[in-house]
């Protein structure tokens, strides 16, 4: 019975290992960075009625560029909620078998033990080294308690133990599907500004009643750093792109200045175009500087986020 059990364990290793295996080369995000060695001087297909477009193409590249900076966006968000999804359906993530002890701990631990559920911990951690846009991961009770968070250091500094109140959790349960949610600063200690993607997770009793949620935040530096690697100039030294939550608020920037400044851009017609599914590109007032704004929706997990590449307009 023992070699049993550890044949068993040894065989979710495995099963695990080759999830990420072939995740890591189904599903990758766009190389943006060699898209920008050179201008892009490409035709683009998208609406930019809104200005005219001058002899050197300027518009139809940041349109096209925007169009980039989206299916990048999308696939990695895809890449992250795959994983999640996956993971979701191990047996490791489904069992619960520390639900009755819960609440013994929770309010001194926010959550179960360090080294209780050590299977689930372990699946976590694999996630989150499989993937840089995730920095932690967590599995929260069906009534929004919190079950466990992984690195465990940060579930120590939790200033809630209940999360019923989030999007994410809210859209995970009403939609039955992977949600992505909007930008809310974290309950850690650290107050961090981020992004979970999260799924529902369904008992191994019966495969019907959920058993709880599975969640990863988005890591916001990550994306931003990318953005701040990408060779921009070369559309103009003021050439700035942000990616924005459905609501406006800022969750990326190119402008390692601005990047940790929280920014809403909810009011630009831009941003609202992109909400409402239109893609193109029209001049509007940025802190009261007139700029080229190109937008583009991006449409995942039943939400809409948006890119924004704001230029300086030349009729300024």
């Not at 080369?25 to 190389?31: E, P, Y």
Request: glycine letters at 4%; aromatic letters at 8%.
């Amino acid at each position: 019975m023992k070699n049993k059990s550890k044949n068993d364990k040894k065989l979710s290793k495995f099963k695990i290992f080759a999830i990420f295996i072939f995740l890591s080369l189904s599903i990758s995000a766009v190389n943006i960075q060699n898209m920008f060695v050179e201008p892009i001087t490409a035709q683009t297909a998208n609406n930019t009625n809104y200005i005219t477009s001058d002899s050197s193409g300027t518009y139809n590249n940041i349109s096209l560029i925007t169009n980039i900076l989206v299916k990048n966006l999308e696939n990695r968000i895809h890449k992250a909620g795959a994983i999640l999804e996956i993971t979701s359906k191990l047996p490791e993530v489904r069992d619960v078998p520390y639900e009755q002890s819960l609440n013994q701990t929770l309010n001194s631990l926010h959550g179960i033990p360090q080294y209780a559920d050590i299977e689930k911990r372990q699946v976590g951690s694999n996630v989150l080294s499989s993937n840089n846009d995730l920095y932690e991961i967590f599995f929260v009770m069906p009534n929004g308690n919190m079950y466990l968070l992984e690195p465990y250091s940060i579930q120590q500094t939790l200033t809630l133990n209940n999360f019923a109140f989030r999007d994410y959790f809210q859209g995970a349960i009403k939609t039955n599907d992977t949600f992505l949610g909007n930008v809310h600063n974290t309950a850690a200690a650290s107050g961090a500004r981020t992004a979970k993607i999260s799924v529902p997770v369904y008992s191994l009793k019966d495969n019907s009643t959920v058993a709880g949620v599975w969640a990863s935040s988005i890591d916001f530096n990550v994306l931003s750093k990318e953005l701040q690697s990408l060779n921009l100039t070369s559309l103009g030294d003021s050439t700035r792109v942000v990616y924005v939550d459905s609501k406006g608020q800022k969750i990326a920037d190119s402008d390692i200045n601005k990047n940790t400044i929280p920014e809403s851009f909810s009011n630009l017609r831009g941003f609202k175009a992109a909400i409402s599914g239109q893609t193109g590109s029209m001049i509007d007032k940025v802190n009261n500087t007139k700029m080229v704004v190109a937008y583009q929706p991006v449409n995942v997990f039943h939400n809409t986020w948006v890119v924004l590449l704001m230029q300086m307009s030349i009729a300024s």
